[in-house]
């Protein structure tokens, strides 16, 4: 038979663990769950997160601490976390929709659980009359609440850009990671720079038009996580912006360096490895985004127009690893060519954590060889942008193996070589890997430390291991 609840599911809240702290929850957020019995009792519950001191803000934290609150009160019902994360998930590869195993984070919505026949409301703490909007898209929803102005009309208010800092978000990376001119300083060796096309030159184009008219220029980032960053800032017609102009500087190379700055601070705030400076090739100039391991520039528009992004080579790339540092390696089983080539289209898909991407060679009807075919590839993987090392291994007798040596954010590898199909399987760690981390040296990526931990009092672990429970660490340490 049909039955009834009065249960209630949020949708999806929160990515992460449940130790992860809740993003955009106030750690002092008030408000009142009113709880009322079957016989009519009412119990006003309030809840006020700054109650819980030091303790992180984190999903189960907070469950918890309601939950406390609910019993110390008498109600029945309680609060708790739903794990809504999804077995597959559905990408377009080459035209063609496939379904693959979801690897992302995980995804918890939260659950009114009415017990005793009570009825569940929340309530907000001083409410005022408000207007709500609510936007969601497949990543997330988006909130705007729009309290009353008590009757004034909306008035628009122009604020000037904040002056540049030196230090905009703290000692570590004060200075700025790259950037037009000073305060900055020049990029790392070894960052990734891809150019834009002539944005300014002695004659005229339409980037140059849209920089003199008012308009904004955004730039969007693919962060190593699989999640994507957006900076975008804006400035007004050409007889109305106040374009810094240091010594020496021509106009137009002026305002391609402040532009270049503004977007570099926010890339700074963000705490991201990227920042953006000018190239200059005998009074044509343009852009040059620099962008740090696993981070790369996706898209730039200037007024609405994008711009083409080249990547330059850079020194000691092997395919799509710089330096031959990699952290995961994937192996196939033995590939034997018919009369020793590849024919026609050979298709490689690379998954990472949020996404997956193709590439195919065409071999034609004559064919190539496997060294012509890892060439090819590890070109397309540089292009790409994708992390990764591609390696036809000759194992004798006319066979190979196909190796992919990549970093964290690949999680499968596949080919589809002569028509028949490959999956490569991760193999163990070797003398390439140190830990979870790739056996690099200063300089290198991953190669010098960006944060440590260490834990202290762990003799329960340590009784633990004596009363038979095996434990075991980075390194053999406890």
Same mark, same amino acid.
Request: proline share 3%; aromatic share 6%; with cysteine.
């Given at each position: 038979?049909?039955?009834?609840?009065?249960?209630?599911?949020?949708?999806?809240?929160?990515?992460?663990?449940?130790?992860?702290?809740?993003?955009?929850?106030?750690?002092?957020?008030?408000?009142?769950?009113?709880?009322?019995?079957?016989?009519?009792?009412?119990?006003?519950?309030?809840?006020?997160?700054?109650?819980?001191?030091?303790?992180?803000? +984190?999903?189960?934290?907070?469950?918890?601490?309601?939950?406390?609150?609910?019993?110390?009160?008498?109600?029945?019902?309680?609060?708790?976390?739903?794990?809504?994360?999804?077995?597959?998930?559905?990408?377009?590869?080459?035209?063609?929709?496939?379904?693959?195993?979801?690897?992302?984070?995980?995804?918890?919505?939260?659950?009114?659980?009415?017990?005793?026949?009570?009825?569940?409301?929340?309530?907000?703490?001083?409410?005022?009359?408000?207007?709500?909007?609510?936007?969601?898209?497949?990543?997330?929803?988006?909130?705007?609440?729009?309290?009353?102005?008590?009757?004034?009309?909306?008035?628009?208010?122009?604020?000037?850009?904040?002056?540049?800092?030196?230090?905009?978000?703290?000692?570590?990376?004060?200075?700025?990671?790259?950037?037009?001119?000073?305060?900055?300083?020049?990029?790392?060796?070894?960052?990734?720079?891809?150019?834009?096309?002539?944005?300014?030159?002695?004659?005229?184009?339409?980037?140059?038009?849209?920089?003199?008219?008012?308009?904004?220029?955004?730039?969007?980032?693919?962060?190593?996580?699989?999640?994507?960053?957006?900076?975008?800032?804006?400035?007004?017609?050409?007889?109305?912006?106040?374009?810094?102009?240091?010594?020496?500087?021509?106009?137009?190379?002026?305002?391609?360096?402040?532009?270049?700055?503004?977007?570099?601070?926010?890339?700074?705030?963000?705490?991201?490895?990227?920042?953006?400076?000018?190239?200059?090739?005998?009074?044509?100039?343009?852009?040059?985004?620099?962008?740090?391991?696993?981070?790369?520039?996706?898209?730039?528009?200037?007024?609405?127009?994008?711009?083409?992004?080249?990547?330059?080579?850079?020194?000691?790339?092997?395919?799509?690893?710089?330096?031959?540092?990699?952290?995961?390696?994937?192996?196939?089983?033995?590939?034997?060519?018919?009369?020793?080539?590849?024919?026609?289209?050979?298709?490689?898909?690379?998954?990472?954590?949020?996404?997956?991407?193709?590439?195919?060679?065409?071999?034609?009807?004559?064919?190539?060889?496997?060294?012509?075919?890892?060439?090819?590839?590890? +070109?397309?993987?540089?292009?790409?942008?994708?992390?990764?090392?591609?390696?036809?291994?000759?194992?004798?007798?006319?066979?190979?193996?196909?190796?992919?040596?990549?970093?964290?954010?690949?999680?499968?590898?596949?080919?589809?070589?002569?028509?028949?199909?490959?999956?490569?399987?991760?193999?163990?760690?070797?003398?390439?890997?140190?830990?979870?981390?790739?056996?690099?040296?200063?300089?290198?990526?991953?190669?010098?430390?960006?944060?440590?931990?260490?834990?202290?009092?762990?003799?329960?672990?340590?009784?633990?291991?004596?009363?038979?429970?095996?434990?075991?660490?980075?390194?053999?340490?406890?």
């Amino acid at each position: 038979m049909a039955s009834k609840t009065e249960d209630y599911t949020t949708p999806v809240i929160h990515r992460g663990s449940l130790y992860d702290k809740v993003t955009g929850l106030a750690s002092d957020a008030k408000f009142n769950i009113v709880a009322t019995s079957a016989a009519g009792t009412v119990r006003n519950v309030s809840i006020d997160l700054s109650q819980m001191g030091s303790i992180p803000r +984190t999903l189960g934290n907070v469950v918890s601490f309601v939950n406390n609150k609910l019993s110390a009160a008498g109600a029945s019902s309680r609060i708790e976390t739903v794990d809504q994360t999804p077995k597959t998930t559905n990408t377009v590869i080459a035209g063609q929709v496939r379904t693959l195993k979801y690897t992302g984070p995980k995804q918890y919505a939260l659950k009114v659980d009415v017990r005793a026949n009570e009825r569940i409301a929340f309530e907000a703490v001083n409410a005022n009359p408000s207007f709500y909007a609510v936007g969601t898209t497949a990543s997330g929803a988006r909130l705007i609440k729009l309290e009353d102005t008590g009757g004034a009309a909306g008035q628009a208010q122009l604020l000037d850009r904040p002056a540049a800092t030196a230090d905009p978000i703290g000692a570590l990376i004060g200075a700025g990671w790259i950037g037009a001119g000073e305060p900055y300083v020049s990029a790392p060796a070894g960052a990734t720079e891809q150019r834009t096309n002539v944005l300014m030159s002695s004659g005229s184009n339409t980037f140059e038009t849209n920089i003199r008219d008012a308009g904004e220029a955004v730039l969007k980032l693919d962060l190593p996580d699989g999640r994507s960053l957006t900076v975008t800032t804006a400035w007004r017609s050409d007889d109305l912006e106040a374009w810094r102009t240091r010594s020496g500087e021509s106009e137009d190379r002026a305002m391609l360096d402040d532009l270049a700055e503004r977007l570099t601070q926010l890339l700074h705030e963000q705490g991201v490895a990227a920042g953006v400076d000018v190239w200059d090739d005998n009074g044509n100039l343009g852009f040059s985004v620099y962008t740090g391991d696993g981070v790369s520039a996706s898209s730039l528009s200037i007024g609405g127009k994008f711009t083409t992004l080249e990547t330059v080579e850079t020194p000691g790339m092997v395919g799509g690893l710089r330096d031959g540092v990699f952290a995961r390696r994937f192996e196939t089983g033995l590939i034997v060519p018919e009369d020793g080539v590849f024919k026609d289209s050979q298709t490689f898909t690379f998954t990472g954590g949020a996404s997956a991407q193709s590439i195919t060679i065409d071999g034609g009807e004559n064919g190539i060889t496997a060294a012509q075919l890892e060439t090819q590839l590890n +070109t397309k993987l540089r292009q790409k942008g994708i992390s990764a090392a591609a390696y036809l291994v000759d194992a004798g007798g006319g066979a190979f193996t196909l190796r992919i040596d990549a970093l964290h954010d690949m999680v499968d590898v596949s080919a589809v070589l002569n028509k028949d199909v490959y999956d490569g399987d991760i193999t163990a760690p070797g003398s390439w890997a140190s830990g979870g981390l790739p056996n690099a040296t200063t300089g290198q990526p991953f190669g010098d430390s960006i944060r440590s931990y260490s834990a202290s009092g762990l003799a329960a672990l340590d009784e633990h291991r004596r009363a038979g429970h095996p434990s075991r660490c980075r390194d053999g340490q406890r």
